[in-house]
């Protein structure tokens, strides 16, 4: 399965090196989506392997902001060996799920 992560915190990657067909229709959507970001976006094409994805996640304190945040990662998983995601990062949209900012 393949997850697409879409973060704050760190720049824009206007060239994503995914470009084929629905993909990159999804891409080119979630860019105009978060346009107002800025260079706080990026995107990150992650594969989950049998050991999972090698994240942990945690929900914003103030529980009436739907908000989801790395909170850790684990250095024998995807995240971790895609490169890309630290701890910290917001995540804003995987697959076809959307946080709410």
């Not at 995601?85 to 900012?101: K, P």
């Amino acid at each position: 399965m393949r997850f697409f992560f879409f973060r704050r915190h760190l720049r824009f990657v206007p060239d994503c090196p995914v470009r084929c067909g629905a993909v990159s229709d999804v891409v080119g959507k979630v860019k105009k989506k978060y346009e107002s970001l800025g260079d706080s976006v990026l995107i990150v094409n992650l594969e989950k392997s049998h050991r999972g994805l090698g994240i942990s996640l945690a929900g914003h304190k103030d529980r009436n902001r739907m908000a989801v945040f790395v909170c850790g990662i684990n250095p024998n998983g995807a995240a971790f060996k895609t490169g890309g995601i630290e701890v910290g990062d917001e995540i804003l949209e995987a697959g076809n799920w959307a946080s709410s900012s």
